[in-house]
């Protein structure tokens, strides 16, 4: 039988991500979009939730997945991890390798902040263009109450 045991602190909850996939689906039938599958990971890179459109194909699942995870291990959407090495194949090529295959590169996956720009975890989207789908996730974590993470502005000295 098992006993008592400490919860860990949950910072992203079941019900938030579920208002955010909501959302980034509501955008994605207003938009008239491709079916689209959606993953949201806490920032430890655990599902959080997960659910696919009627139509989508299996693929879509761990594409959007490795979105997700390629923007938490990163630091930066994934788009964005895309475009910063676009001329660095191998780099992009070894942190795949690293990362069991679970690393995507291309835009779809982006981090989720809360109001002091901490990362609480990501969301990856999957179905769509590429900008499409990381429209769909932008409108899904603003939806649900966050700010969306793309890539952090730079700040120059004075």
Known sequence: MAGNVFLAQVQLSRQSARQLLDAA????????????????????????????????????????????????????SSGTTGERNRERPAFLAAVAEASGGRFVPVAGGVLILDDDQRILGAVGISGASSADDQAAAIAGIEAAGWQAGLEPETVSDP
């Open 25 to 76: 689906f509501t955008f994605a039938r207003k938009g008239e979009l491709p079916p689209l599958t959606a993953v949201v990971l806490d920032a430890g890179g655990n599902p959080v939730a997960a659910e696919r459109e009627d139509g989508c194909s299996p693929l879509r699942w761990p594409v959007a997945n490795g979105k997700a995870y390629a923007a938490l291990g990163i630091g930066v």
